[in-house]
């Protein structure tokens, strides 16, 4: 059952209603111990916690909060996303395939490409714009252990039907993981449309700062991937710190403003910019002639998300040279934090990714939108 957005603004802004029936205290502990004391007849005190690899309770009130946001059962924490992704695809066993999009976040899909080639796990792809492609993706292979969705996709901005990729991994026997980074809990809860597991990089939205390098895992119930993602956190240790647990609640408590905000000025930006000359194309799947955007208004609610591309009349120098003429914009990898950030991806990934060198990613943030329109207006003039 998904609670309305109201209620998880709620749970988000009050830290899952954490209330320290001890000192009265609103905001919880640091609690930075890295072991946990046995009584008498050694027993644990407290028997959740014995060793800060495995548990601790820095992470559990972050944990909790993600949890109900997800409309999961269970959270952990994980020293990056790419650790949490990483902690999936461990647990997997030689000869087994994996089903991935053609359009995604490229540290995740290069890391991804050497685990499973050295560990012999077959890789075959399909197309983000559609899941029924998937079908075909797997077809030739019977052991589908897991197919992939990251929506929208990073930096194509493709949309996967979510719903519609877990029916296909379903009849293949196979689980359905979303990487959901880019929509946020304020606006998608895979797990209510079939997902198996929902990823998350906290560096990005759910921080939101960027100043927390942290990743999650949700699941909807105790499956067997996930009590081996559990035993592969607790016997390899890629957990986040107390302080960067306890600084990612604080950052979730704003979730909701922050993400709604920086929404909106994402929609209002797309819209200029499809309207400027300098401009060849937007990709945004809150623009109705987005080929997404019917899917996209099914499974996003209240918004788009904040991460929108856009290709300049020209090429590579360019895009560098808007790049380079921003003023309050920031050039710099990574998304969803307070600030406004562009980057140029086809300096960035291999030519084979085929991302158009006219392409900028924006990662809009919450200053005012008139003054970022402003300083992308400055920028495209001469164009
Ligand atoms: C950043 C990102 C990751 C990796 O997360 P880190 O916290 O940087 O390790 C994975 N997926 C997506 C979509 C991302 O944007």
């Not at 905001?27 to 890295?34: D, G, L, M, R």
């Not at 929902?198 to 939101?208: E, F, P, Q, R």
Request: charge should be negative; include cysteine.
């Amino acid at each position: 059952m998904s609670v309305d957005s109201s209620s998880k603004a709620t749970i988000a802004a009050k830290a899952g209603h954490f209330l320290d029936v001890n000192t009265g205290a609103v905001v919880p502990e640091i609690q930075p111990s890295t072991t946990f004391a046995r009584d008498d007849r050694y027993q644990l005190i407290d028997p959740a916690n014995t060793y800060a690899r495995d548990a601790s309770p820095s992470f559990v009130y972050a944990e909790r909060v993600l949890a109900e946001l997800e409309n999961g059962d269970e959270c952990r924490l994980f020293a990056s996303g790419m650790a949490a992704i990483a902690a999936i695809f461990y647990t997997l066993k030689p000869g087994s395939h994996v089903v991935l999009p053609d359009s995604m976040y490229w540290g995740a899909k290069s890391w991804i490409h050497a685990h499973c080639h050295r560990q012999d796990i077959f890789l075959s792809q399909y197309h983000a714009a559609d899941a029924d492609s998937i079908v075909d993706a797997i077809a030739g292979y019977n052991s589908t252990q897991l197919v992939w969705v990251e929506t929208p996709s990073n930096p194509m901005m493709h949309v996967t039907d979510i719903e519609l990729a877990a029916s296909h991994a379903h009849d293949a026997g196979a689980l359905l993981v979303v990487d959901s980074t880019a929509s946020t809990p304020v606006i998608t809860q895979p797990l209510d449309l079939g997902a198996d597991l929902v990823v998350h990089s906290a560096t990005k939205a759910l921080n939101g700062h960027s100043d927390v390098l942290a990743g999650a895992i949700v699941t909807a119930d105790s499956h067997d991937l996930w009590l081996a993602v559990c035993a592969e956190r607790a016997g390899a240790g890629a957990v986040p710190g107390t302080f960067e647990s306890w600084l990612l609640l604080r950052g979730m408590r704003t979730l909701f403003v922050r993400v709604n905000a920086a929404m909106k000025s994402a929609m209002a930006i797309a819209e200029f910019l499809q309207s400027h000359s300098a401009i060849e194309a937007v990709l945004y799947p809150g623009l109705v002639n987005h080929p997404g955007h019917d899917i996209a208004s099914r499974q996003m609610q209240g918004g788009y998300g904040s991460l929108l591309s856009f290709l300049v009349n020209g090429d590579s120098t360019t895009a560098l040279s808007v790049a380079g003429k921003l003023q309050l914009i920031t050039s710099a990898t990574s998304l969803g934090g307070v600030e406004t950030l562009i980057e140029h991806r086809h300096t960035l990934e291999p030519e084979e990714n085929a991302i158009p060198e006219n392409l900028l990613r924006l990662s809009v943030g919450i200053e005012s939108v008139e003054d970022l329109i402003n300083d992308l207006d400055q920028a495209l003039r001469g164009i």
